[in-house]
């Protein structure tokens, strides 16, 4: 990705989800491991920069390449559109990092039993894949 430049920093960083627009991948408060430098491919899950507000960055999925770059929407499209839908294709330089794995926190309040805990140390640390065989990936 040409976001970074490379070696203009460190290869991995750390981002966390707001909002819902990547239900069901990721989840409100979800911890996220970045690979910056990493080379795009569609289906990848990337943290990039909002072409229109260049200092918010947002967490999408890329569905393909268009012209004037590519083509980002989050996974749960029942959510406002703050993808491609209402911004068109993003520039390969807003692009930061790809994804490559999510951390869920326990909740607070949550019972803490041991089938509870066991559950949540099974579920809490997954990696991301890109999903590049999904008819949901295709842009319209």
């Keep these: 990705m040409t976001g970074r430049g490379a070696g203009t920093g460190p290869p991995f ?3 966390e989800v707001a909002g819902v627009s990547m239900v069901p991948t990721l989840r409100h408060g979800d911890q996220l491991l970045v690979r910056y430098g990493a080379e795009p491919r569609a289906g990848d899950v990337v943290v990039l920069r909002h072409p229109l507000q260049q200092d918010l960055l947002i967490v999408k999925r890329l569905t ?7 083509w980002v929407l989050g996974d749960n499209r029942a959510a406002e559109a703050v993808d491609s839908r209402s911004f068109g294709a993003v520039p390969e330089e807003l692009l930061l990092g790809r994804v ?9 309040g949550r019972q803490r039993s041991v089938g509870a805990v066991l559950s949540w140390l099974f579920s809490a640390v997954r990696p991301v894949p890109a999903r590049s065989d999904s008819s949901r990936l295709r842009a319209r």
Excluded at 64 to 70: I, K, L, P, Q, V
């Design 64 to 70: 393909g390449r268009r012209d004037g770059g590519w």
């Design 100 to 108: 490559l794995v999510r951390y869920r926190g326990m909740r607070p």
């Design 13 to 15: 960083g750390l981002a």
